[in-house]
């Protein structure tokens, strides 16, 4: 695309996806924890840290980090044998303490959540290492031992061919506004089957770039494996990613595609923004769709459209502002297909009072545009429009 090192809305189209390895490797039952980590450091060392890595073949650091998950699973069902009553923090503690041995960066974090107790006790754990991450599920066996017994990879790469929102999970090399996803864990209450539950915020860690992809997913523990109730792939920001799970809805911040401008995709702001709420009921995952932050962007956006691909207005813009668009936009275009007129903006926060809104943005096409909008029984009308000219 044009502009797609600006534009946040063609990040997808930028990163190329690299499969991980699938070579299995086989993990003894309850290895012993000293082993286990001193085999762990080793893989980890000879990985290496930082831009090193990802300055490596894909197919240098696959099988490396194949095994590393694999036994970053096993020491973890090893340290909960040895401390059956470690809270959630400890075990993340403990964990990040341990991969931070040979390359302490700020990005490795590890975060669990606990499913269930007793006989049939469950963790699930995010664990990411520097630029990449997985998350894993270790519970008892019917002897009462902790055991590695789900892990994200082995269905991502089941899924790489397919380049679905699972495969996602093994793509391994950071790129430009798109890279590997990390996670964080996050219990919520049991479904109507009684299984426990637990969501996964995923982001991916691009080598360059603000803008980035997302992924939302919800999972159900059966006691042998987790099973997928909802995954999408959304676009989100380095500098306020957010998702918070709140009175039983998971609340996501999230960035749309607009249809006539575009953001600086490696800037601290960029719009347009919006608020997506997934309701999470004891049946499973419903999506109740998404608010945008600065509504009246998101009118203007699609005002512009329409005109631009020759549709009728008048229901939305005063007869002046018609006027004042056709001097803007003089020759529509068929179809629903434009090149983005008014290129890359940036927005001021709209000033509202009563049902008045004063909209304020700089296009690198028109210059500094005020728009005026007024909310008529919930529908917006724009009423003038003001550019540089």
């Known amino acids: 695309m044009k502009h797609c090192l600006m534009s946040f809305i063609c990040l997808l189209c930028i990163a190329q996806w690299l499969p991980i390895a699938t070579a299995q490797v086989q993990i003894q039952k309850d290895p012993r924890p000293v ?28 099988g490396p980090l194949r095994r590393s998950w694999n036994l970053v699973g096993a020491w973890t069902a090893a340290y909960l044998n040895t401390h059956p009553q470690a ?14 041995t040979n390359c302490d960066f700020d990005e490795s974090h590890v975060s669990a959540a606990q499913l269930s107790s007793g006989n049939k006790a469950a963790f699930a754990v995010a664990v990411n290492w520097i630029w990449i ?9 019917a002897g009462g031992k902790f055991q590695f017994a789900w892990n994200i990879k082995d269905v991502a790469e089941k899924n790489f061919a397919s380049r679905n929102e699972l495969g996602y999970w093994a793509f391994g090399r950071a790129g430009i506004h798109d890279g590997p996803l990390t ?12 299984n426990p539950r637990f969501w996964v915020d ?29 995954i999408k792939t959304y676009n989100t920001h380095e500098e306020w990613h957010q998702v918070r799970f709140q009175s039983g809805n998971l609340v996501i911040h999230a960035v749309e595609e607009a249809k006539t401008y575009y953001f600086c995709g490696s800037c601290e702001t960029i719009e347009p923004r919006s608020l997506w709420t997934l309701a999470i009921t004891p049946e499973g995952v419903q999506d109740k769709g998404r608010t945008y932050v ?47 007129p008014l290129a890359m903006i940036s927005v001021s926060p709209p000033s509202r009072q009563g049902n008045r809104t004063v909209l304020k943005l700089n296009s690198d096409e028109l210059g500094e545009c005020t728009f005026t909008i007024l909310n008529r029984n919930g529908k917006y009308v724009l009423t003038a429009l003001r550019t540089e000219d």
Not at 35 to 62: M, S
Not at 87 to 100: D, F, G, I, P, V
Not at 303 to 331: H, M, W, Y
């Open 294 to 340: 600065i509504p009246e962007l998101d009118f203007v956006d699609r005002l512009i459209f329409r005109f631009c691909v020759g549709e009728n207005v008048s229901d939305a813009a005063a007869p002046t502002v018609i006027q004042k668009l056709k001097k803007l936009f003089p020759k529509p275009k068929s179809g629903k297909k434009l090149d983005y």
């Open 183 to 194: 996670g964080d864990v996050h219990p919520l209450p049991p479904g109507k089957s009684g």
């Open 87 to 100: 809270t959630e923090r400890e075990l993340s503690a403990a964990l990040l303490k341990l991969l931070k």
């Open 133 to 141: 991450g997985t998350f894993f599920v270790v519970a008892k066996d």
């Open 202 to 230: 995923g982001v991916s860690r691009p080598a360059m770039g603000l803008s980035k992809p997302g992924q939302i997913s919800v999972w159900e523990w059966d006691g042998k494996t987790a099973q997928s109730l909802f």
């Open 35 to 62: 082993g286990t980590e001193q085999e762990l450091l080793q893989v980890l060392k000879d990985i290496g840290c930082g831009e090193a890595v990802n300055d490596k073949q894909p197919e240098e650091v696959a």
